[in-house]
C-alpha cells in the first residue's frame, strides 16, 4: 500500500507561481511512474505531466514551457512546479503513482489551485 499526499495548492494571481508537492509513504520511484493531473469542475481528469521511473518526463500542450516535474528520491517526493499560471489552470490537482509492472495504482487526495485576481 502506498499513500500520496499533496501540498502547496492555493489561491494565486495570474502570472504567479506556486510548487505542489506529493509526499510517497515509502520509496517507490524505481517501479511507479509519478503523475499530475489536474480537474477542472465539470470537465474531466487530465494529465498535466508525468516522470518515468527513469526520470524522463513529459508535459501536457497547456503545461510545456510553464510546468516542471521533478522529484527528490531522498525525501520520496514528487514535484510540480507550476510558472506563469492562468485562469484556466484552476482546477484540483492530483499525484498519481502508477506501477509499470502490474495494474497497482495510487492516488492522492487532491490539492485545490485557484488562479484569480
Known amino acids: 500500500q502506498v499513500q500520496l499526499v499533496e501540498s502547496g495548492g492555493g489561491l494565486v494571481q495570474p502570472g504567479g507561481s506556486l510548487r505542489l508537492s506529493c509526499a510517497a509513504s515509502r520509496n517507490i520511484f524505481s517501479t511507479y511512474a509519478m503523475g499530475w493531473y489536474r480537474q477542472a469542475p465539470g470537465k474531466q481528469r487530465e494529465l498535466v505531466a508525468i516522470m518515468s521511473t527513469g526520470g524522463s518526463t513529459n508535459y501536457a500542450d497547456s503545461a510545456k514551457g510553464r510546468f516542471t516535474i521533478s522529484r527528490d528520491n531522498a525525501k520520496n517526493t514528487v514535484y510540480l512546479q507550476m510558472n506563469s499560471l492562468k485562469p484556466e489552470d484552476t482546477a484540483v490537482y492530483y499525484c498519481?503513482?502508477?506501477?509499470?509492472?502490474?495494474?497497482?495504482?495510487?492516488w492522492g487526495q487532491g490539492t485545490q489551485v485557484t488562479v484569480s485576481s
Open positions: 498519481n503513482a502508477d506501477h509499470i509492472y502490474s495494474d497497482s495504482e495510487y
